[in-house]
T-cell receptor, first 115, second 111 residues
Framework: NAGVMQNPRHLVRRRGQEARLRCSPMKGHSHVYWYRQLPEEGLKFMVYLQKENIIDESGMPKERFSAEFPKEGPSILRIQQVVRGDSAAYFC?????????????FGEGSWLTVV | RKEVEQDPGPFNVPEGATVAFNCTYSNSASQSFFWYRQDCRKEPKLLMSVYSSGNEDGRFTAQLNRASQYISLLIRDSKLSDSATYLCVVNPSGGSYIPTFGRGTSLIVHP
């Protein structure tokens, strides 16, 4: 499967635990984006990364959330001390380049439920 | 004003109907535009890009009006399988070129 791969697809965490979501971009893509979709709401941008660099994290909450895209391995979105309000679908997308004509392709998403 | 605005709907239409959605954007310098489709509890999927000259893909036609800062999607001969949420996406002209999504317009096609 050459598409964007996300895991886990579904994750249940108790309040206060940590959630780690992984994303492997499409083959040949070096740009990764994370979006969050709350129930009955639209997609909200969180962070944009290239290998070993965070390019734009303007949509990321200042506390408890972090993201990385190491030289080797998938991009990881980490949520520490989860709260009920973190329950959402987290979508990763990738693109081959960057620019105004950029088209991004999504993975199937990771559904986080905080109980 | 939100960066990308869409009427959330739902648009409830019978099979075979023609339906149109509009989307407005606030940044006049935006460079590129897209429509994505999202099914319930699924990821968004690219439906089509939107070009200044307008473009058509089968039953789907997309148009861009830069002067009025809106894009449109027209679906002809609606099918039951067209039922989904349609997301308008705008790429800015600078900065990090982060695609900005509208909240989506829900379409329900009934028999």
């Amino acid at each position: 499967n050459a598409g964007v791969m996300q895991n886990p697809r579904h994750l249940v965490r108790r309040r206060g635990q940590e959630a780690r979501l992984r994303c492997s971009p499409m083959k040949g893509h070096s740009h990764v984006y994370w979006y969050r979709q709350l129930p009955e709401e639209g997609l909200k941008f969180m962070v944009y990364l290239q290998k070993e660099n965070i390019i734009d994290e303007s949509g990321m909450p200042k506390e408890r959330f972090s993201a990385e895209f190491p030289k080797e391995g998938p991009s990881i979105l980490r949520i520490q001390q989860v709260v009920r309000g973190d329950s959402a679908a987290y979508f990763c997308a990738s693109s081959p380049d960057r620019g105004p004509g950029n088209t991004i392709y999504f993975g199937e998403g990771s559904w986080l439920t905080v109980v | 004003r939100k960066e990308v605005e869409q009427d959330p709907g739902p648009f409830n239409v019978p099979e075979g109907a023609t339906v149109a959605f509009n989307c407005t954007y606030s940044n006049s310098a935006s460079q590129s535009f897209f429509w994505y489709r999202q099914d319930c509890r699924k990821e968004p999927k690219l439906l089509m890009s939107v070009y200044s000259s307008g473009n058509e893909d089968g039953r789907f036609t997309a148009q861009l009006n830069r002067a009025s800062q809106y894009i449109s999607l027209l679906i002809r001969d609606s099918k039951l399988s067209d039922s989904a949420t349609y997301l308008c996406v705008v790429n800015p002209s600078g900065g990090s070129y982060i695609p900005t999504f509208g909240r989506g317009t829900s379409l329900i096609v009934h028999p």
